[in-house]
Nanobody, 123 residues
Framework: QLQLVESGGGLVQPGGSLKLSCVAS????????IGWFRQTPGKWREGVAC????????FYRGSAKGRFTISRDKAKNTVYLEMNNLDSADAGEYSC????????????????WGPGTQVTVSS
């Protein structure tokens, strides 16, 4: 049974950076595509980035492309999300889940969510 736990969130100033981690246990990430999603109160999860397990392809939402980088460390069974030049619009709870990685990044195509890690952007 795959379990995911996120970490690395915190409080940053606009323009700052954070690196989030999604640590998997119970199974190898070799068999799962992983997506990072952001959620704010009263909103559904929206896809930020995902990485495929078979070919390593990555997809980003338009506002994240060029600022965020998703990567995978197979030895550590961990997927990372490096976030740079953060803006208040990036704030929210970030969760990772496994599913089908595509440019659409629909939350309905992902599951087995971790508990999430909070990202706050404030001056």
């Amino acid at each position: 049974q795959l379990q995911l736990v996120e970490s690395g969130g915190g409080l940053v100033q606009p323009g700052g950076s954070l690196k989030l981690s999604c640590v998997a246990s119970g199974n190898s990430l070799d068999y799962y595509a992983i997506g990072w999603f952001r959620q704010t109160p009263g909103k559904w999860r929206e896809g930020v980035a995902c990485i495929d397990n078979k070919d390593g392809r990555t997809f980003y939402r338009g506002s994240a492309k060029g600022r965020f980088t998703i990567s995978r460390d197979k030895a550590k069974n961990t997927v990372y999300l490096e976030m740079n030049n953060l803006d208040s619009a990036d704030a929210g709870e970030y969760s990772c889940g496994w599913g089908y990685c595509s440019a659409e990044m629909s939350s309905t195509d992902f599951g087995t969510w971790g508990p999430g890690t909070q990202v706050t952007v404030s001056s």
